[in-house]
C-alpha cells in the first residue's frame, strides 16, 4: 500500500527551480507532520525541511529548515489535497540528490528520519553546474 508519493524531480541548471509534491493517502492522511529529507551518493540522509499542523484551523502551521534551506526553500501544505510541496529556488550543485518526503502523526518537528512513520520512494534532484 503506497501511503506518500513525490513527484515534481527532475534535472535543472544551478540558479534555477523546482517543486517538489508529496500526495499522501490511506493511512498516511492521519500525518500532523510532514518533513523533506535528501540523500546524495555516499552520503547519509540529511533533514531539509518540515511542517506540522494540528487539526485546529486557528493554529496554523509551523515550518522549520536545515541551515542549507533556509532562505532558497519554501515547504507548504495543500489541505484539501492532502499535498505537501517543497519550493526549491536558487538551486546548487551540492542540492543533486533523492528526496524522500515523511510522514508521523504527531505535530512535533523533528529532523531525525527515525521519528517518522511514512516514507516516500524518492524522487531525483539534478543540478547541473
Known amino acids: 500500500q503506497v501511503l506518500l508519493v513525490e513527484s515534481g524531480g527532475g534535472l535543472v541548471q544551478a540558479g534555477g527551480s523546482l517543486r517538489l509534491s508529496c500526495a499522501a493517502s490511506g493511512r498516511a492522511l492521519n500525518t500532523k507532520s510532514m518533513g ?7 552520503k547519509e540522509r540529511e533533514f531539509v525541511a518540515v511542517i506540522t ?12 529548515y536545515a541551515n542549507s534551506a533556509k532562505g532558497r526553500f519554501t515547504i507548504s501544505r495543500d489541505d484539501a489535497k492532502n499535498t505537501v510541496s517543497l519550493q526549491m529556488n536558487g538551486l546548487k550543485p551540492e542540492d543533486t540528490a533523492v528526496y524522500y518526503c ?12 527515525g521519528d ?14
Open 53 to 64: 499542523w494540528t487539526d485546529f484551523a486557528w493554529s496554523g502551521t509551523r515550518t522549520s
Open 102 to 113: 515523511a510522514g508521523r502523526s504527531v505535530p512535533l518537528q523533528s529532523s531525525t528520519a
Open 116 to 129: 517518522y512513520d511514512y516514507w516516500g520512494q524518492g524522487t531525483q534532484v539534478t543540478v547541473s553546474s
Open 36 to 42: 523533506w529529507f535528501r540523500q546524495a551518493p555516499g
